[in-house]
Structures are given as structure tokens and as C-alpha cells.
């Protein structure tokens, strides 16, 4: 069997996206919130094994991981990469498909309406700065989103992220509970904002 | 209760984005973002978003107290040495606690400060001014060999150049009147035409990361500077705390920085200073009414555990009269190098940046650049190519991490 290549790319000291080099879960994007979450899914259970681990994101071969303890994702990482490793290991699927519950539901829903949202109001003003929005998923009620163009890599990202498209959301959209950037914004070729030493 | 408003002065061209909104985020404020170029989404955020002019603090205080009859701001926090000027007259204007604007004035301009400085007995090196349309032969005579030539203005660096010969002073002089022509350096204006010349302080160089409370300053981190930075330019590259320099020294620094935001009249809020210190004591090199620059910011966190908080949400919390449960930086060392640029050329693949987070000790590699950026080293560069954090249990571990780190990057430059 072909060796299981792991990439860390840390957002900041909660979080870290670690890219895998099979596929981990190809019906679209599940989150785990809790221990509980992750009954059924060897890779989330393995995951919330590790101390301070607070939410699982997977997607395709995408795991963000979030956590609250302070030790530095050069060690956590570690434990990530060996649970990733056992999970695909296992006989069984590393995540289990979504089941179809009521929040699933809600979150298709909500879904519709935040891809609308982004389609006639975010990616139009964007455009104006080279940039786009891409929707991944809505998961418990909390929007995966990836940045591209001008906006990846921009200096004012969490600016627009924030300020803009988190406060549209929040009128159009009370539902939604939450926003997470999957960008990966160091491959960026195209910054519409690059920032300079002041 | 309402939430506290904050306002936050961002330029477009900031590194600290992203740590200052977080922050904002964590403390849940209602936050407006200020900017010298209107965001996309300003006409549909307007208290979310505003576009002021940088360059003209009195029009946007205006602007700002305008906005505030509506929407009141509880603390205008600026996060670079030029917003710390608008966010003062800003402040004035709303009759908010903040440093005078003459305080961050005199802060941003290296020559201002150093009559100041001087005026209050404190260490500097001589000094003089010149402007750029001087012919450099005729200072060159009479420059206090070796004299350190810098832009008044420009930041990290950024034109600051030594000359041991009246030689090198006119080749130096020459080359920093090219870098003021740089539209971002000219852009400052009258400031753009001059440059300053000081004798050369040899010794260990220091930065020292505080927080002024009616004057009085609270030492957030001492960092030590372990790569040599003798010239002919001053590429800082490694920052790393706590200081390892005898007790007595970091308290004589830190008198003598707290002496020197006295001269300035700053009176609160975050400094960053930069100081020489050798057998006669400690030299200021300059005191800056900011935090520390690029994203070293990052390597700093106040408390322990669950509970500490960034340097950017200490800043704010401070800003906003909020509690801070710990002003003490964490027990382990940190440090922080800024990747220094190798050479000119087109950022064509930044390789082995995995195996540098691997590194035992190493945070967080963060990198910057973009691929197929034109990378301009010092003294002309304006930008950092990235960022690499670690820490450890002493400080010369946490350097280390960060050399060894810096040793599996592959830069590939065309």
C-alpha cells in the first residue's frame, strides 16, 4: 500500500488543516462538535482522542482540526497525523456519511440560502477587488467557505471575511451560527491588498 | 448592556489584519474597521466598514465624529506608527483617553525625537539632518565615522544604511534618496526629503515590547536580538525573549525607555523601542507608539494555559478599560525570526516549508509571499517573504528551533 502523505498547514494556534493524501470522506463535508459527534467515524473518534481537541472538520481529503489546549500544533500534529493514519488503516470508513436528521436538513436548507446570498450579493462586490467566495458546505449551521483571486492571500481577508461577509450573513441569514475559512491563503498568487513593513 | 465599539485603524497594507480581528472577535465588541481604501463591502457595512483618509487625521476625525453621534466608540486603537498619530487626533476629537497627537508625531519622526530625546538628557547618538537634494560630499567631510544613515520615516529597516568612509556616506546617501522616491516612501511628504545621519552605537541591540499607563510603562517583553547587527544593513531577523542580558542592564533599559516615551509625552498605550546598550549604558535608538511590527506579535501570549491571550487582545482589552488577568508573558521562551529575504528576484517556490514546522520547537511557519512576487531585500524591501515562531524551554533552544527550521526552507528565486 502506497505510503499516506500528511500535510500540516496551521491557520493560527486553534486550528490547523492537515491535508491527506487518499480521500477521508467524498459525500461532502462533516463536522464533529463533540466526542458524541464522533461515534461511528474511526478518524473523528481517534481525533477527539487527543487532549484539547474541540471540532473536526473533514472534506474530501481535508481534516481541520480545532483545538483549545496550548501546545503547539508541531506536537499535536503528531498525534493528528498518527490518528489520520489509523483511521485509514481501519477496516471500516473513516467517516461515516452524514446521517439524515433533522439538522441535516436544515442544513441543506441553509445552504441553498447562503449559496444564494453569496451568488447575488458576496462574489459581486468581491469581483470588484479580482477576488471570489466559494461556499464548501454548511455544517450544524456553520458555513465552510474558501476565498480565491484577489481575496486569497489578501492582507484584508479577515477584514472582509468579518466585516463583510459575516455581518451580510448575520441580516440575511440569522441562522447561521458560524463562519469558517478553509482558504489556504500562503498559495495566493494574486493578493488584491499585499502588506509592506509600516 | 451595549457592547463597547472599537475603533480599529487598519491600513490595507497592515501584517496585523488578522491578529487585531481576531481579537476584536474573542472579546465579542462591536467592531468598525477603519481603512485608507474603502472595502467592497463599505457602502453595505457602513458601521462595519469606513474608508478614511490616513494622510488627513483632522478630516477623518471629523468623519469619525460624525459616525460616533450615532454609533459611539468607546477607544480608537491605531496598529502601525501612522495610525497611531490619526488614531490620536481621532481620540481628541471624541474626547477619549489617548497619547497627544504631538506625543505620536514626535514618536513617528526619528529626527523630532531625537531632539526630544536629547532635550531630556537622555542617551543619543549625535545626530544631524539633511535633505536629499543636499550634495552628500559635503556632510560626508565632516560625518561622524561610523555614522548610520536612515530615512526619517520608512520602517524594519528600510533604508537605514552604515558608512565607515566618506565614500560609502555618499553611495549610502544616494542610494536612500533613490528608496524615498518610491511612491509608498514619498507618500509621506516633506518627511521623504531628508535624511538623518547618527553615529554608529556598536553593542547588543535590544527591543523592548511595553504598555504606558499614565506614563508609567509595564515591560510586556524584552527581546534580545542574537544576530549581529553591525551594518551595512540592519536586516533584523530573530526575536527572541526572555532578554538573556544581566538584570541590571534590563532594568537600566527599561529606565531609560520609559524616560524616553516621558520626552516624547507618550502616555498610554502600547511602545515598542528599539535600544543599543554597551559598556556606557543604553542608547535609544527610537521609541515607536505602536506594538511590534510584521506579525512577530504572534510569538507573544500573556497567562498560562486555557486562559492567555494574545498580545493583540491584551492591547484591546487594555484600549477598552477591560480586566487583564495577567500582564506576564508566559514562563517559556519564544522567539520569532523574520525570514530574511536572500536576494532580488521573482518568488518562483517556497520548498520544505513542512519540514520546517516539523522542527522540534517550532510553532508556526507563516509565509507571506506570494508566489511570483518580486522579493526586494534591504535596505530597499518593503516586505517580509514570512515568519517562523517558536518555543522553548531557554531561549538560545527557541533560537535554534527557528535556525534549523530556517535551514529546511528552499527559496527558489528567479
Known amino acids: 500500500m502506497d505510503e499516506i502523505g500528511i500535510t500540516a498547514e496551521p491557520v493560527d494556534d486553534q486550528r490547523c488543516k492537515f491535508v491527506v493524501s487518499r480521500p477521508l470522506y467524498t459525500a461532502g463535508v462533516r463536522r464533529f462538535s463533540s466526542i458524541e459527534d464522533a461515534q461511528g467515524s474511526p478518524l473523528a473518534e481517534n481525533l477527539f482522542a487527543i487532549e484539547g481537541v474541540r471540532e473536526v472538520i473533514v472534506s474530501a481529503n481535508l481534516v481541520t482540526v480545532v483545538k483549545v489546549n496550548p501546545a503547539p500544533w508541531q506536537v499535536v500534529g503528531r498525534a493528528v497525523g498518527a490518528a489520520i493514519r489509523s483511521a485509514l488503516a481501519s477496516e471500516r470508513e473513516p467517516v461515516a456519511v452524514k446521517a439524515d436528521v433533522a439538522g441535516a436538513a436544515d442544513d441543506d436548507a441553509l445552504y441553498q440560502r447562503v449559496a444564494q446570498v453569496f451568488e447575488s450579493r458576496v462574489n459581486p462586490m468581491v469581483a470588484g477587488h479580482g477576488g471570489r467566495v466559494d461556499l464548501i458546505d454548511v455544517q450544524d449551521a456553520t458555513v465552510l467557505l474558501r476565498m480565491a483571486g484577489g481575496c486569497q492571500g489578501c492582507g484584508m481577508a479577515d477584514v472582509t471575511l468579518r466585516q463583510g461577509i459575516e455581518q451580510i450573513l448575520r441580516q440575511t441569514v440569522p441562522e447561521v451560527r458560524g463562519i469558517v475559512d478553509v482558504t489556504d491563503h500562503s498559495s495566493g498568487e494574486n493578493p488584491y491588498f499585499a502588506s509592506s513593513k509600516k | 448592556m451595549a457592547r463597547p465599539r472599537l475603533l480599529l485603524l487598519l491600513p490595507t497594507t497592515t501584517y496585523r489584519a488578522a491578529a487585531f480581528v481576531e481579537a476584536a472577535r474573542r472579546l465579542d465588541l462591536d467592531l468598525t474597521v477603519a481603512s485608507d481604501h474603502a472595502s467592497v463591502f463599505a457602502a453595505v457595512e457602513p458601521t462595519a466598514l469606513m ?30 506608527d501612522d495610525t497611531a498619530v490619526l488614531a490620536a487626533a481621532i481620540a481628541e476629537a471624541l474626547g477619549l483617553r489617548h497619547n497627544s497627537v504631538p506625543a505620536t508625531i514626535a514618536a513617528r519622526d526619528k529626527h523630532r525625537q531625537r531632539v526630544l530625546l536629547i532635550e531630556a538628557g537622555l542617551p543619543v547618538p549625535p545626530f544631524a539632518l539633511h535633505s536629499v537634494t543636499d550634495d552628500p560630499e559635503l556632510p560626508a567631510r565632516d560625518a561622524p565615522y561610523p555614522c548610520v544613515l536612515k530615512p526619517l520615516r520608512l520602517s524594519a529597516s528600510r533604508g537605514v544604511i552604515r558608512a565607515d568612509t566618506p565614500e560609502e556616506f555618499v553611495a549610502a546617501f544616494r542610494r536612500i534618496a533613490r528608496i524615498l522616491e518610491e511612491p509608498d516612501a514619498a507618500a509621506c511628504g516633506e518627511p521623504a526629503r531628508r535624511i538623518l545621519v547618527e553615529s554608529f552605537v556598536p553593542g547588543a541591540e535590544v527591543a523592548l515590547e511595553g504598555l504606558l499607563d499614565d506614563g508609567r510603562l509595564r515591560v510586556l517583553a524584552l527581546f534580545d536580538k542574537p544576530d549581529l547587527l553591525d551594518g551595512p ?41 528599539e535600544l543599543r546598550t554597551n559598556a556606557r549604558g543604553p542608547w535609544v535608538i527610537e521609541v515607536a507608539a505602536r506594538p511590534i511590527g510584521g506579525r512577530c506579535g504572534q510569538v507573544l501570549r500573556f497567562g498560562e494555559g486555557e486562559g492567555a491571550i494574545s498580545l493583540e487582545e491584551l492591547l484591546l482589552r487594555h484600549a477598552l478599560g477591560l480586566p487583564v488577568a495577567s500582564f506576564e508573558r508566559e514562563r517559556a521562551a519564544s522567539a520569532v525570526m523574520m525570514i530574511p529575504t536572500p536576494r532580488a528576484g521573482r518568488l518562483s517556490e517556497l520548498r520544505g516549508v513542512d519540514d520546517a514546522r516539523a522542527v522540534p520547537g517550532v510553532d508556526a511557519v507563516a509565509i507571506t509571499a506570494h508566489r511570483g512576487q518580486q522579493l526586494v531585500p534591504l535596505p530597499e524591501g518593503s516586505r517580509y517573504l514570512g515568519f517562523i515562531f517558536a518555543h522553548a524551554d531557554a531561549p538560545e533552544a527557541a533560537t535554534r528551533a527557528l535556525h534549523a527550521a530556517h535551514a529546511k526552507l528552499d527559496i527558489v528565486i528567479t
Do not use: K, W
Open chain 2, 51 to 80: 474608508a478614511l483618509d490616513f494622510a488627513r487625521p483632522e478630516r477623518a476625525a471629523t468623519e469619525v465624529l460624525s459616525f460616533a453621534a450615532e454609533h459611539p466608540v468607546a477607544a480608537v486603537v491605531g496598529v502601525d
Open chain 2, 233 to 273: 544593513f540592519f536586516e533584523e531577523t530573530i526575536y527572541v525573549t526572555p532578554s538573556r542580558l544581566p538584570a541590571a542592564v534590563q532594568r537600566a533599559i527599561m529606565r531609560c525607555t520609559e524616560r524616553a516615551a516621558r520626552a516624547l509625552g507618550l502616555e498610554r498605550g502600547p511602545i515598542h523601542a
